[in-house]
Nanobody
Framework: VQLQASGGGLVQAGGSLRLSCAAS????????MGWFRQAPGKEREFVTA????????YYADSVKGRFTISRDNAKNTVYLQMNGLKPEDTAVYYC??????????????????WGQGTLVTVSS
């Protein structure tokens, strides 16, 4: 299984970025997909997730209303549209695939597969 994240970069506060995560080696449509992030000196934290069916989405309070997760099962790809970026959004962003139940969708240990991460830097 491989998850390849891309789309990170340097952006000014208030700007936008779209991250992509291309999956291979798994039946993508049967996996829930999540995005987590880790800022320097901090623990990895949940950002957003979408259940395998695409019917349910979950967001951290810190990104709700600014970030949007979506998936294209035909392309085996999950996206993270990030608008209104803030300096505190600076982190390495990781995509993950797993089969969490609804109560554990925000828990990193619920995801079996992880991408390599892509760095997002937001300047003030």
């Amino acid at each position: 299984v491989q998850l390849q994240a891309s789309g990170g970069g340097l952006v000014q506060a208030g700007g936008s970025l779209r991250l992509s995560c291309a999956a291979s080696g798994l039946t993508f449509s049967s996996y829930s997909m999540g995005w987590f992030r880790q800022a320097p000196g901090k623990e990895r934290e949940f950002v957003t997730a979408m259940r395998w069916s695409g019917g349910s989405t979950y967001y951290a309070d810190s990104v709700k209303g600014r970030f949007t997760i979506s998936r294209d099962n035909a392309k085996n790809t999950v996206y993270l549209q990030m608008n209104g970026l803030k300096p505190e959004d600076t982190a390495v962003y990781y995509c993950a695939a797993g089969r969490p139940i609804s109560s554990t969708v925000r828990v990193a240990q619920s995801y079996a597969y992880w991408g390599q991460g892509t760095l997002v830097t937001v300047s003030s």
